[in-house]
């Protein structure tokens, strides 16, 4: 799939198969997220990956914020990742000081990016995923036991597509774009 077809057959996936996903798929998954661009390239972004039902289904009822629709997403899926990164150094130096005075925009700016990868590098090898954004930070990190240099950004929803759909219409070139 080149680059073209790959953004545009991506599109955010709420139905999945009853499959699980290997955990060498998900590693090649990652294999090509850790390309994506980062402040300085200090590759602060995170991945775990939940393919554990227990804990993925637990995370879907304690830690969306009562969002039931993405309840239902989690519970289908049949992974759930979490992508947090390392805090405090992005927007900065590599002696930490910073480097831009909105500093902190940076870390989050390096999430989505590496989010947007995950997601395409998932399309890439079949895969269907859902940016989730409305969750419980702090309730996913406890669950995870992630460090407490890390921060969560997303969570990310995957599994083989029960189908591939078409997504929502986006605003055409002439509202988004101008020259000056
Ligand atoms: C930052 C962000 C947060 C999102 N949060 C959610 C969410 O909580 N639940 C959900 O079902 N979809 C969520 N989405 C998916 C969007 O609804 C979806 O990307 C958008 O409608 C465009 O559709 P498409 O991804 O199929 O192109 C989120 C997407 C982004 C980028």
């Avoid at 073209?4 to 499959?19: Q, V």
């Avoid at 390239?41 to 993405?70: E, H, P, W």
């Avoid at 150094?89 to 930490?96: A, E, K, L, V």
Wanted: charged share 25%; glycine share 8%.
């Amino acid at each position: 799939m080149d680059a073209k077809e790959c953004i545009l057959r991506r599109r955010s996936c709420r139905r999945y198969e009853e499959k699980a996903i290997d955990r060498s798929l998900i590693r090649q998954i990652v294999e090509l997220a850790r390309f994506a661009p980062s402040w300085k390239n200090m590759q602060i972004v995170r991945y775990t990956v939940i393919d554990d039902a227990a804990l993925k289904n637990d995370i879907a009822q304690t830690c969306v914020r009562g969002l039931s629709f993405n309840t239902k997403t989690i519970t289908r899926g049949a992974a759930l990742a979490v992508i947090s990164y390392e805090t405090g150094r992005s927007g900065r130096d590599t002696d930490g000081s910073l480097m831009a005075p909105d500093g902190e925009k940076w870390e989050m700016f390096d999430a989505g990016i590496a989010a947007q990868t995950f997601c395409l590098a998932a399309r890439e090898h079949g895969i269907g995923t859902c940016i989730i954004g409305v969750m419980d930070e702090a309730a996913v990190a406890q669950k995870i036991g992630l460090p407490n240099t890390q921060k969560v950004a997303c969570l990310v929803a995957m599994g083989y597509p029960e189908q591939w759909k078409e997504g929502p219409p986006r605003l055409g070139c002439d509202e988004l774009l101008r020259f000056r």
